[in-house]
């Protein structure tokens, strides 16, 4: 029996053994069924369509073992087999692979057989999840757990507004997110991972919801940021404004198998003041007044006459002074009766609420070269107002120097080019005033 004969016979040997053991330990034996992996299920509290669920992107993985061959030449050196050639095959296929990813950038086009990957080590935490319709706008609710939290796993609340086929279809959706792990890292290795980042393979994320029929699609949601009454208003493609009691829905979800009275259900207040004109942009103060714009240039003040939130007043003369859709709204995070609005019409306005003629106290004329669609106010450095416009690009205003020039224009702060396309959200961070957000 040749060298080489012999050497095959033994690897032969070595593969049979190996399959009695893998038969044993079920560990590579190809007739054993996989496992599937597990779903993430969303939980609906109200009954109703299950609206969405949590997806897992960790399964159980099949360990292969490969039985190398090699055989000597005639000068007894060692040369790779038939296996060892497409193993260096495949390290030239990953590397070509490799060479190919590319970080995204807003506005690329994806070619043919491209497809977009998350690189968890960008995210403390990352989950993905679905809706029954899609949602234009949604906001976080505010809770008694505190800021900045940093322990995991994470509760949270969320309101959306949907926008389905059919406007009797649509709804306001409260979800409360809970169970939420930190992600871990795709590049780990075996050993970087500690005792928590195993544990947190087998936690599931749970969501629950509860839901409230509204009559037209919904352009925005905005929601009062006070844990003790955190009303939630709705901008409707119908022209009205509600608002909702978000404070009955999240204390139904302390207590499992509560049932929503049907009163807690409807509006508390709906805005009629806009008419038939729908709109987009919509802010709260911190003490529950409400600012509306709409498509057709008015913005109206809607006030809460008590602090329980069941009696409200809507202006029905409006702030007049732009020409086009008013598209963001920004109350001062200094000032109480100041606010700040963009328009279609390329400006951005400063208005005081104390004004009894409705007309704006200062402007920024051609503020951009397009559509105005975002704006956010500084919390830290009030002074500072950030903008996004449709052709993609954002600015920093510093608001100390505005108006400066005799014909009323004034130089951004700082002006980024770096989106394709337009901006749709934009905001400061609320712990970091050199940090911002943009969509």
Request: with cysteine.
């Amino acid at each position: 029996m040749s060298k080489r004969q012999n050497a095959s016979a033994t690897a032969t040997l070595q593969a049979e053994e190996r399959s009695k053991v893998a038969a044993v330990s079920g560990k590579g034996n190809a007739d054993q069924p996989e496992r599937p992996a597990e779903s993430r299920g969303g939980v609906d509290v109200d009954g109703d369509a299950d609206m969405g669920e949590f997806e897992d992107a960790f399964e159980d993985e099949i360990e292969e073992e490969i039985i190398v061959e090699r055989e000597e030449d005639s000068d007894g050196v060692e040369m790779l087999g038939e296996e060892d050639g497409d193993d260096d095959d495949e390290e030239e296929d990953e590397e070509a692979a490799e060479t190919k990813r590319q970080v995204y950038l807003p506005g690329d086009q994806l070619g043919e057989g491209e497809v977009l990957q998350v690189d968890n080590s960008a995210y403390h935490m990352l989950h993905t999840m679905s809706v029954q319709w899609p949602c234009l706008s949604f906001d976080f609710v505010p809770d008694n757990l505190g800021n900045s939290r940093s322990m995991f796993p994470h509760t949270m609340y969320a309101v959306a507004g949907t926008q389905a086929d059919r406007a009797y279809k649509n709804q306001v959706i409260l979800m409360k997110w809970s169970q939420l792990h930190r992600t871990i890292n795709d590049d780990k290795n075996d050993d970087d991972k500690d005792d928590e980042d195993v544990n947190d393979l087998d936690e599931d994320p749970i969501l629950e919801t509860k839901t409230m029929r509204h009559q037209g699609g919904v352009n925005r949601v905005r929601v009062l940021q006070s844990y003790q009454s955190p009303l939630t208003a709705t901008w409707a493609d119908t022209g009205k404004v509600h608002i909702w009691d978000t404070k009955k829905l999240m204390n139904a979800f302390e207590t499992p198998g509560t049932q929503v009275p049907a009163a807690a259900q409807q509006p508390l207040f709906t805005v009629a003041s806009h008419g038939h004109t729908e709109g987009y942009s919509m802010d709260w103060s911190p003490d529950g007044r409400l600012l509306t714009g709409d498509c057709g240039s008015n913005i109206y003040l809607t006030t809460r006459r008590n602090d329980t939130g069941s009696n409200f007043v809507a202006d029905r003369s409006s702030f007049k002074g732009h020409t086009a859709s008013v598209e963001d709204i920004q109350w001062s995070p200094e000032e109480a009766s100041v606010f700040a609005s963009c328009s279609v019409d390329q400006t951005i306005k400063i208005w005081d609420v104390r004004v009894t003629n409705r007309k704006f106290a200062l402007e920024v004329p051609g503020a951009h070269d397009s559509d105005i669609n975002v704006i956010s106010w500084n919390r830290k450095s009030s002074y500072l107002l950030a903008s996004g416009g449709d052709n993609g690009d954002f600015k920093v205003w510093d608001m100390r120097k505005w108006a400066s020039d005799p014909s009323g224009r004034s130089t951004p702060a700082a002006e980024f080019k770096w989106h394709r396309k337009a901006i749709t959200s934009i905001e400061w961070c609320p712990s970091d005033e050199s940090v911002l957000a943009v969509a």
